[in-house]
């Protein structure tokens, strides 16, 4: 019998478990159960009561549509590639960041968390300015070379797809991953070494099998994210390609058949219950309590000169795929081009125009009132997330194992793997009465940027709930704390860096929101994402000029966020 | 009372406090909330696209006249925001809805979510844009969808600009014309609609047959075609002929880093190679506020409100009386003919339209 098994047993009295796990998960749950199930519900029932030719037919059709069954292979296979490259790249990285220490990693650490909220269109553009047909990589190649022609053809290609997602989804892998593993106490593996072990047979027997539960919960998030993707596809992918989420959107918005709409959207649904039910028996079956230690005892200084220049290597290609698109756009929101594209200059007037407003409009808004509403958003998702998150997450270790958490773990899950458009509308359908009425209410929004935090933050507390040694908590108990108390003095501190984690997701997911957003927001109050999609849907230089600068800003906001996020755990939560 | 080593009390201490003043500002948000949404009668809400735009000043002439408040709603582009009216028509989001369009009326009128109104205004609105007999949908601005051009490429090349769409199958064409998907894209659909209503539907797939042959570059969105590929716009993009609006250029003017004495590109409005979007306001079904959704109708369509919209949404009035500010009146080219696609024949043919371009074009 393993250590971890014999732990259980020990801990818990089964009834009385499962009745305080039942009580947690009532917060998270009732939330989910009004601000999820019943919209969902709602618009899948109306959707499908509109077929005329009942509840079969939709489904029949999707069975045998080639457009269909084309679509669910396409979202499955990229999904899997992108997962499979995001890890590839980012577990390096967690390693990085996890083991030594070295100057202006904090700063590298909080700019790998930037992509995550740029909206789909500019980064599209910032690739473009790199590695477009009249991109920087294509005219410096075309010069070195004596070509005639852009050697490189980047946009509307497979490759770039992948690559989009890898730029969007490393931080996941490098956040979750790389705080875990630096916890992991350094003992098991230098015990190894002593014994015998050369560096691969620690890897590979030792770290690895710790560490697979944090790794599993990663890719879990990433695949999620890829196989619903659809601002990626659709613009860097172009017509060609079309996942199930294109599809939805495609059915609903310019075909309004809502019945074939509601069918893939269950499909869709069915597919994330089922990869996170299983991914929940996996990681419950792997997961073992450890004895995490304060990152001083894991890291380390970085001192031979090949170690060195490895680490290097790979931190200028990791950082060249995340930080050279957002320096060309940077850049560009400088630069004045003339009209013949001869001429360029550098300018402040995007950023100047940003302040004025030339037409009158009513629903001009200055960028710090963009900022500011986009900030409250932000801190009321990271407020509501950790409330709900904390509690559904400490349930799941308390359950775990059981049939019941597996599912409960999944139901939190499912907000990802829910269209927008079909969230949106049934928003529209189902809180449209007092005292829900919240069809136009500024309020949906930090609700609905919590449906999708959610999943991240239980994600990000899970797997350091379930590495407590249960003996902490048992001393705790004998010496008369109770549940709460051990909850407040034992848990929590052990693990403040993952609770840090945790709102770090909350804030950039709600920063960087956009679709539910664009669904629900009202004009008054417009976030960030939403100003800059206002100035790029209009032609016109300063337009333009005018989204790359608010996407500058936005970066900055969150690089900031991020930073300050970082202190706090600096100032109160100490070591760990 | 049992104490970690590591810790250090005063997290737990403050933690605690966080949390009490936390929810404390939670109750404060939802009683604020609960404060922001009163019961007030004089309350008219206008749902629409996310596009809408108007003057601060010609909205509050409106508001303090009727002893108004207007709010506005948005609810996503044009096919988002009719789904949206659609599905609450039981407990209608707003009284009225405005921005639904030529390409989408027939979804509306079949839906069945307006109340008809003859407004007194209408003997003064264009008459070949009236196309609800109705009248629960009433015309308010049109705008066309046409090729641009970026002026610049064709002078350097010695080049004409096409002027039919005969000339975009032509060899000096190649490569050079960039697209909208239409199953995702409005001004992509209109073109499509165009090039049924100049081919019909049996000919117009061998004229895209005859695009594609000629190296024609299709992407999902507007934002893409014009700031990514684009070559006449700030984005620098390869391609030097793009669907777009008759107002683009004139926006180029408006909205140029330094100012401009000439737009850079152009539109083509020669043939029937426009395709004209009439855009539609209706009172919605259901309204308590049928009074002021009828101020509100005949507002949207007297100069006033027609007169600030080129310069606010880059449509068109289609009120008589309306007068055009002089920049469009200087830089704005209007089609004589543009090609017509019935709004029914719309509805019936649009999915299956969609089909077969997506097989002839994409695969």
């Given at each position: 019998m393993d250590r971890g098994s014999a732990a259980v047993s020990l801990t818990a009295h089964p009834r009385q478990g499962s009745r305080a796990a039942f009580l947690l998960w009532l917060i998270p749950l009732a939330f989910l159960g009004l601000f999820y199930f019943y919209p969902l519900a709602t618009i899948l029932q109306v959707s499908f009561a509109r077929g005329e030719a009942g509840l079969a037919a939709p489904i029949r059709a999707m069975l045998t549509s080639e457009i269909a069954r084309r679509a669910v292979w396409f979202t499955i296979y990229q999904a899997s590639l992108s997962t499979f490259f995001t890890l590839l790249l980012g577990l390096p990285?967690?390693?990085?960041?996890?083991?030594?220490?070295?100057?202006g990693k904090r700063l590298l650490q909080s700019l790998s968390g930037i992509p995550f909220v740029l909206p789909t269109l500019v980064v599209a553009a910032a690739f473009n300015a790199l590695l477009g047909p009249k991109g920087l990589v294509n005219q410096l190649l075309m010069n070195a070379l004596q070509l005639s022609a852009p050697p490189i053809s980047f946009a509307y290609t497979f490759s770039a797809i992948i690559i989009a997602h890898v730029f969007y989804n490393t931080t996941i892998v490098l956040r979750l991953v790389g705080d875990f593993w630096s916890h992991l106490d350094p003992r098991l593996s230098q015990t190894a070494t002593m014994l015998g072990a050369n560096r691969w047979k620690v890897f590979w027997h030792v770290t690895f099998p710790l560490l697979l539960p944090a790794i599993l919960a990663a890719a879990l998030l990433v695949f999620i994210f890829d196989f619903t993707s659809f601002g990626v596809i659709l613009v860097l992918g172009g017509p060609r390609f079309a996942t199930i989420e294109v599809e939805i959107f495609y059915q609903t918005v310019s075909l309004f058949n809502l019945p074939m709409a509601a069918t893939l959207s269950v499909f869709q649904l069915a597919c994330t219950l089922g990869l996170t039910v299983s991914y929940s028996f996996l990681s419950n079956r792997l997961s073992r309590p450890l004895s995490l230690r304060p990152r001083r005892f894991t890291q380390h200084s970085v001192r031979r000169f090949g170690e060195r220049l490895l680490i290097a290597l790979y931190l200028v290609g990791l950082f060249s795929l995340l930080l050279a698109p957002l320096g060309a756009l940077v850049l560009r929101s400088f630069l004045a081009i003339s009209a013949s594209g001869e001429e360029m200059r550098f300018t402040l007037d995007y950023y100047r125009e940003l302040n004025i407003s030339r037409r009158e409009s009513l629903f001009f808004v200055p960028p710090m009132v963009a900022i500011l509403v986009s900030l409250s958003y932000a801190s009321a998702t990271v407020f509501l997330s950790l409330l709900l998150g904390l509690p559904a997450a400490l349930a799941l270790r308390r359950a775990s194992g059981s049939k019941l958490s597996r599912l409960l773990d999944g139901?939190?899950?499912?907000?990802?793997g829910t269209s927008a458009v079909t969230m949106g509308l049934g928003f529209i359908l189902a809180l449209d009465k007092p005292p829900l009425d919240l069809r136009a209410s500024p309020l949906l929004i930090p609700l609905a940027h919590t449906l999708v935090a959610l999943p991240f933050v239980v994600r990000s507390l899970v797997p350091a709930l379930r590495s407590i040694r249960p003996r902490l908590r048992q001393a705790a108990a004998m010496l008369g704390a109770d549940p709460r108390q051990t909850v407040l003095h034992v848990d929590l501190p052990l693990i403040g860096r993952a609770l840090l984690v945790a709102a770090t997701f909350a804030f950039t997911i709600s920063l960087g929101e956009f679709g539910a957003t664009a669904l629900i927001a009202r004009p008054e109050y417009p976030t960030i994402p939403i100003m800059i999609y206002r100035f790029i849907s209009q032609p016109g230089a300063l337009n333009y000029g005018q989204a790359l600068a608010l996407s500058t800003i936005l970066m900055a906001v969150t690089a900031l966020g991020m930073l300050s996020i970082e202190r706090f755990r600096l100032a109160e939560i100490g070591e760990f | 009372m049992y104490h970690h080593p590591h810790l250090k009390s005063f997290f737990y201490l403050k933690s605690a406090m966080g949390f009490k003043v936390a929810l404390l500002l939670a109750i404060a948000v939802v009683l604020l909330a609960a404060c922001q949404t009163p019961r007030e009668p004089q309350v008219l809400k206008v749902m629409t696209h996310d596009s809408f735009d108007v003057s601060a000043e010609v909205l509050s002439a409106f508001e303090s006249e009727n002893n108004v408040q207007v709010q506005i709603i948005k609810s996503g582009d044009t096919g988002t925001a009719l789904n949206k009216a659609i599905l609450s028509k039981d407990n209608p989001l707003a009284d009225v809805f405005y921005g639904v369009d030529n390409t989408f009326l027939s979804?509306?009128?079949e839906e069945d979510i307006f109340e008809p109104y003859h407004s007194p205004l209408l003997g003064k609105i264009l008459e070949d844009v009236k196309l609800d007999p109705q009248n629960r949908a009433l015309p308010v601005d049109y705008g066309d969808v046409c090729l641009n051009y970026d002026k610049a490429y064709f002078q350097e090349h010695n080049l004409n600009p096409p002027q039919s769409f005969e000339d975009l199958l032509k060899p000096e064409y190649k490569g050079l014309l960039v697209v909208q998907n239409p199953a995702t894209s409005s001004p992509g659909l209109a073109f499509l609609l165009t090039t049924i209503g100049?081919?019909?539907?049996?000919?117009?797939?061998?004229?895209?047959?005859?695009?594609?042959?000629?190296?024609?570059?299709?992407?999902?969105?507007?934002?893409?075609?014009?700031?990514?590929e684009f070559s006449g716009s700030s984005g620098k993009g390869p391609r030097p002929i793009v669907v777009s609006y008759n107002s683009s250029p004139v926006f180029e003017v408006i909205y140029a880093e330094t100012p401009l004495d000439e737009p850079p590109t152009a539109a083509i409005v020669s043939g029937k190679t426009c395709f004209r979007q009439v855009e539609f306001v209706g009172i919605l079904k259901g309204t308590k506020n049928r009074k002021l959704a009828e101020k509100w109708i005949d507002f949207m369509l007297s100069p006033l409100f027609q007169e600030d919209m080129p310069l606010k949404m880059f449509v068109f009035?289609?009120?008589?009386?309306?007068?055009?500010?002089?920049?469009?009146?200087?830089y704005l080219a209007i089609p004589e003919v543009t090609a017509f696609v019935s709004p029914q024949d719309i509805a019936t043919y649009r999915e299956s339209w969609l089909q077969e371009w997506t097989e002839a074009v994409l695969r």
């Open positions: 990285g967690a390693y990085i960041f996890a083991h030594h220490d070295f100057r139901l939190i899950m499912l907000p990802l | 979804r509306a009128l100049n081919f019909g539907p049996e000919g117009y797939l061998d004229f895209w047959r005859g695009l594609v042959e000629n190296d024609l570059l299709v992407v999902n969105d507007w934002e893409t075609a014009y700031y990514t009035p289609v009120n008589i009386e309306a007068q055009l500010d002089e920049v469009f009146v200087k």
